[in-house]
């Protein structure tokens, strides 16, 4: 297909939806991506490059120059030519925003490009439909066709005063409903949800989520209406939270995808990996010191491994179940509770594996004395695991920090080292060696 | 408040949202909040009682009768009403629905309770707007305000056929800027996206994502339009996916919150453990076997745990990007490809490792062939352990299982596992023992 014959090609894509040409640009290389983006109508390249990935869209962008970027940005709304604007280099995006021949598209973009990526501000679109509260319904039909040519969906149509403050909303059923010869400030609905420029991300898509809203209008400091947010772009958010978190969790510390560079994985991969290393070394260090014990109990050191992984793994489920209810906001009742019930919890799932052991040991014909210590040992080591791994996310979250770093390689490794000491301490004591 | 002070309670609660009254039925106790939904508007608490937390809805839906319960569900919209119904107990279930009065609702939810809960079919509302393309603009505006009334949004208008196919959709926005004396069927988009009652849940929201939708029409078999897919519930859909997976990578194996019961948690939690601990035991009986390189090589015994410890950290890390590389459908290139990607990765990262083992080594002077030997092993460890993280998962979404079920304490036991003897049995050949 690629035999640069143009209007074969443009009859091809011409039905084809930007979310397919965006793949299509994904799959062919660069040069031949450059040549559809800069050959197709820029409205359905524009959407189609907002859909690509962050590195593709960047090799892509380098070759156009910035009239070609500026032309595609016009046919975005302003958070995706904002997005797309804050991924070039510094001295581009001047060239770019002076080559937008919009006036008030451009303002609208700078002004998207002073707030964080991750609060309301970045997130919200200046596009959507507004009337002032002093209108009539049929005075207002007429601007808010015009004002509706520039939205992709409409969603909510919003009220405000003359100040440009949020009064309230119309819903596009109770227009459809509504008597043409009523008043705006007769029918509108008063109560409406709204977050300020810079409330979070997540604070944003919990809001949403709650009350199931589609849209949701953003004021600033001073109760002016700036912009809304749409759940499209929360869906994203909540799907981009949600593959941080699992690879938080997994110990890769940026969010790479499976095709990223070798290097990239190496820089997201090797950290944690190297926290694991000094965990591990921490280990041999604590079996040295306890090493009068290989004379006679040398099964101890064989069980190491299964004491540590235990730990471990029983670190992880708790700090899980801990960091999603934090995340939820759904952690009810005290701590002291919370201390009370990991414990039963522990305990009941640690006397049902340290019978497995006992049982083992007859098998095998393990001395009864250490099978027991090991067991009472193992039980001793999976509560303190758990304890750890309870209270270390709501620490970390009551100091601000995320409490999803705190699991995965963080709380193993910890759990390795502590569970591997009070292993053999408990079994100093109790066998005395 | 609660002195059963009726009337100044329902003041209090008049303009509080229904999600608002959910949370308070949450934190009050079981009788107050049987009180308090017999006592409000089943208007106000059918959306509340959608937002609780299955558990704390079953105990409420207890102490009511299916009259009550009945009364409820005509408020919700047919999608909710299921769900609800169908976690009732069967006997239930009939003296509930016989209590519907509206024989159309009654209708709707015994169909939708039909198909299979995380799919298009399940997930689907039957509340939607739809014209006939055969219909004029004007014509048609009474009979969608009609139809209007009962649904909560009405995103888009459906256009069928006599027949009721699906023949394409009406934007609200084209709606609102067609002049009056135009025929829906000059205006209708023939281009709508839409899926199959038999679509699964994943695939739906991958499509709905991918081309921004907020609503997607869904078809029978027949291509009847029969309900419609709204973007609320695709979020509750996705970010529950997310937490399954999430707690499947941490070793829970049903979806727990962190207030369920003992009991529940346990049931959770255990089944992996006691996967872990047989992996355990398995180590044991491979350290025991290489028993005879106590006498001469003991620090081989000490650096098991780290060798575990790494083993199980690279294989999740590369499991955990496969697993979403696979959910995100955006695994490129051959396997071979991979294959020579991964063990590339895993040198880059295992020399790195090495290096530091062999200075730890010579910090506390370890004989260097003994730390050569560590080196050694562990990067062949960590690269076995890469592909097995990488190759398990993508084995496992061919035979068509889900290839979360890989990650997590399955990858990490069965690394620790052979990590271990691929350790011992290297030091065997390089050190002779």
Redesign the interface.
Known sequence: IEEKNDEELLLHLE?V?H?DIAEILT?INLEEATYLVKLLDSEKTAEALM?L?EGVRERILENLSPKEIASELIEMDTDDAADIISELSFELQQDVISEITDEQHADDIVELLRYDEDSAGGLMAKELVKVNENWSVTGC?AE??KQ??N?T??HSIYVVDDKNKLKGRLS??DL??ASSDANISDIYIP?VDYVNVHTEGEEVARI?????L?AIPVVDEMSRLVGRVT??D???F??DE??K???M????SED????AS?WR??RA??P???L??F???G??YV??SF?EA?SEY??L??????????A???G??S????V??LA?D????SLFN?LL?EI??TL??GV??GT??II?GWIVGQPQIVSLTIALSLITVIIIAALIGTFVPIILDKQGIDPAIA???FI??SN?IFG?FIFFYLAQTILGF
Chains 1, 2 share one sequence.
């Not at 969790?249 to 890769?252: K, L, R």
């Not at 790479?256 to 095709?259: M, N, Q």
């Not at 700090?319 to 801990?322: D, G």
């Not at 759904?330 to 009742?333: I, R, S, T, V, W």
């Open positions: 039905d939806h979310a799959e859909e990935e039909m808010m066709r509706a040519e939205v969906r409409v596009l059923k459809l409903t109560n949403m989520q709650k009350y199931d589609e759940i499209d929360i869906v994203d909540i799907k949600a593959e978190d699992y690879q969790a997994a110990g890769i790479v995808e499976a095709d070798i994985l190496t991969r090797l944690w990996l190297i694991g290393l965990g591990g070394l280990a041999v079996m040295k090493d290989l040398v099964e050191f064989f069980f190491t491994p299964l004491i540590a992984a235990m471990g793994n029983v992880v489920q700090s899980a179940i801990i999603q209810g939820n759904n952690l009810k009742g919370r019930k039963g919890l009941i799932n049902a594996l497995l052991v083992f699991t995965g390689p193993t490794t390795d591997i």
